[in-house]
């Protein structure tokens, strides 16, 4: 039982996580309808921000790389939409799917540069607190995760369904051109959902960065378990992104603790596949 | 003759006779190595230029035609051909059993459904170490050596595999073209124009997306059969999705529907690249910047683009 408690709680935490990628690719799907794959790479640069801070300003400061790592998210997100997907508005939907995977690419091969591309570890002092609570075991570090990953999520639900501006963003997701002759402007919307995307991807690299190895290639795993988050819940939903990151961090860590450790990874898409045969548009209809 | 064919005709003699100048061992390597994407760049044509299946498990079955065929020759001592022969047709079979459930599946969930199970190809494939040999697989024979009429053929020499792999281009190119030119293929393009129009007027769009992806994957598995032998050892990457990426980045940058696609594609992204001073580093960047610039400027990649410059261009790009 303790065992299983302990499972549970180490497949909340990297469901979370997964949850909080998820949730930045569903929107940006629900707006543009491209599974927006750079995020894996906006995600990387959100490690090396709380790297370069943690190593300028001091381990005590992690927490506070989470401010730079907002602004950075913001200008990158503007940027990349301008550049690669505003132009490619109007193309076929598998052309911004493609644009996005070479946008990827030009990100990876930019930190390698950038930043040497050795694969290295962030000194978080939260690393080394651990906390015993009942039968479970955790680091800080995987709580902050934890408690940080649901915080933002909540953040974002609560501008998706309660403010204007999420307002704004349902209505274009649902129905571009109907918004657009409520005087919704489908460009300004498109920006602000990448902002909100790319902004959650930044900070959800800096919360899994000392949890990880911080490398130019880190993100490449996590966005493509998003990916199939995003798919699992139905692309577009967001409490189907949040969902479906719960239930693949736990199915992954049953399955890696109850059949086989050395296939972990192939437990997420296999449930991804099976799921797919059986539900073609996600848990959650859109 | 019309110049047109005299052009054709000069490009293919200067193909042929590409062994008979270049003797760096290198350069017919790399050259090999281009006709090998050639080839799986045409095969995934079919599927995605000519049916409009987005698929990111190309490579999968390349790798998994190179392994079946390979595990076939060391573990069960079967001959080169014969092996090659019956690892393309497990190969096929296995295309056939992920394609059939996979491919009722529609839209962005099925390039993500085959995301997926490319990823999981390859995880198998290296963790499946007692069959597989793991990280690598070598060992795997050589073509042996054969004589014909007192005449001694080294089947393994690289210039020998430089004729087998543009053998095989041209074949599947043919193959390809009788493929799309006939009834069957009509029914790609009109499933690929509309998938529910197609289905209204009777056809049957889950079976002729079937024999598309099973058609594509069977000529991957074969060229990655002779890959296995060419290399002699083989590594789990050869199926991954990153593999797949490149191909797919390939027929994009190349165009679509076009053996001038086919063809340039391979060819920009995979000299170039080389020519490159730091290569190693700046390959994602230049292979992603471009993706980009050509998907924005050249929706129908480089041929497409060359084709529309002007009506007499449409006619001398095949």
């Keep these: 039982m303790a065992e299983f408690l302990q499972y549970t709680t180490n497949g909340l935490i990297a469901g979370s ?12 799907y629900g707006i543009l309808s491209v599974p927006n794959f750079a995020l894996g790479g906006i995600y990387a640069l959100g490690a090396f921000v709380a790297f370069y801070v943690v190593q300028w300003m001091g381990p005590g400061y992690y927490l506070f790389s989470i401010v730079p790592a907002v602004l950075i998210g913001m200008i990158i997100a503007i940027v990349t939409e301008r550049l690669v997907f505003r132009p490619l508005y109007d193309a076929p939907h598998a052309a911004g799917f493609i644009a996005a995977l070479g946008l990827y690419s030009i990100l990876e091969g930019s930190w390698a540069i950038l930043f040497d591309p050795t694969w ?53 997701s649902e ?64 409490p189907g992104a949040i969902m479906g990151g719960l239930i693949l961090g736990l199915g992954e860590n049953y399955g890696a603790a109850y059949i086989s450790s050395m296939y972990k990874d192939l437990f997420s898409y296999g449930l991804f596949i099976v799921v797919l045969l059986i539900l073609p548009n996600g848990l959650y209809r859109r | 003759m019309h110049p047109r064919f005299i052009i054709y ?18 350069w017919i390597y790399m050259f090999t190595m281009v ?54 047709l497990i190969t096929a079979i296995i295309a056939a059993a992920i394609g059939w459930p996979m491919l009722r599946i529609r839209g962005p969930y099925f390039v993500l459904g085959t995301l997926a199970i490319g990823i999981a190809i390859e995880i198998i494939i290296h963790n499946w170490d007692g069959l597989t040999g793991g990280v690598s697989l070598s060992g795997i024979p050589m073509f042996p050596e054969v004589t014909i009429f007192g005449t001694t053929f080294d089947l393994s020499s690289k210039r020998f595999f430089y004729y087998l ?8 190119q043919i193959l390809i073209r009788r493929i ?47 890959y296995a032998n060419y290399m002699g050892a083989i590594e789990p990457e050869i199926a991954g999705s990153h593999m797949s990426f490149n191909l797919l980045v390939m027929i994009v940058v190349g165009g679509t529907r076009s053996i001038a696609g086919a063809v340039i594609g391979p060819l920009l992204l995979w000299f170039v690249p080389e020519f490159l001073e730091a290569a190693q580093m700046y390959r994602p960047l230049f292979f992603g910047a471009i993706l980009i610039i050509v998907i924005i400027f050249m929706p129908t990649g480089i041929a497409g683009k060359l084709r529309s410059l002007h009506p007499r261009m449409a006619k001398w790009i095949p």
């Design chain 1, 17 to 28: 996580s997964y949850g909080l990628l998820a949730l930045a690719m569903t929107l940006i």
């Design chain 1, 120 to 172: 290295r570890k962030i000194a978080s002092p939260y690393n080394d607190i651990v906390l015993q609570l009942g039968p479970i075991c955790l680091t800080m570090q995987r709580l902050i995760i934890l408690v940080f990953c649901l915080l933002f999520a909540l953040a974002t639900y609560y501008l998706v369904y309660r403010t204007l501006t999420g307002k704004k963003i349902r209505a274009a």
């Design chain 1, 175 to 238: 129905n571009k051109s109907v918004a657009q002759l409520m005087g919704i402007s489908p460009f300004t919307t498109t920006t602000m959902t990448f902002i909100v995307g790319c902004v959650l991807v930044m900070i959800a690299g800096v919360l899994d960065a000392p949890a990880a190895l911080v490398g130019a290639s880190m993100g490449l795993t996590p966005i493509t378990k998003a990916f199939i988050v995003v798919a699992l819940g139905g692309l577009g939903s967001v």
């Design chain 2, 9 to 26: 005709f000069l490009i293919g003699l200067a193909v042929v006779l590409v062994p008979v100048f270049v003797q760096s061992n290198y």
């Design chain 2, 35 to 88: 006709g090998i994407f050639m080839v799986l760049v045409s095969s995934l044509d079919l599927a995605y230029g000519h049916t409009g299946l987005v698929s990111l498990a190309h490579a999968a079955f390349f790798g998994i035609g190179a392994y079946s065929s390979a595990i076939l020759q060391l573990k069960l001592a079967v001959p080169i051909l014969p092996a090659l022969l019956l690892g393309t």
């Design chain 2, 165 to 172: 792999v543009l053998a095989v281009l041209v074949v599947t």
């Design chain 2, 180 to 226: 799309v030119n006939s009834r069957t293929g009509r029914t790609f393009a009109s499933i690929r124009e509309n998938e529910d129009l197609a289905a209204a007027l009777g056809m049957n769009v889950s079976g002729y997306k079937l024999i598309s992806f099973v058609a594509a994957s069977t000529i991957a598995a074969f060229m990655g059969g002779i």
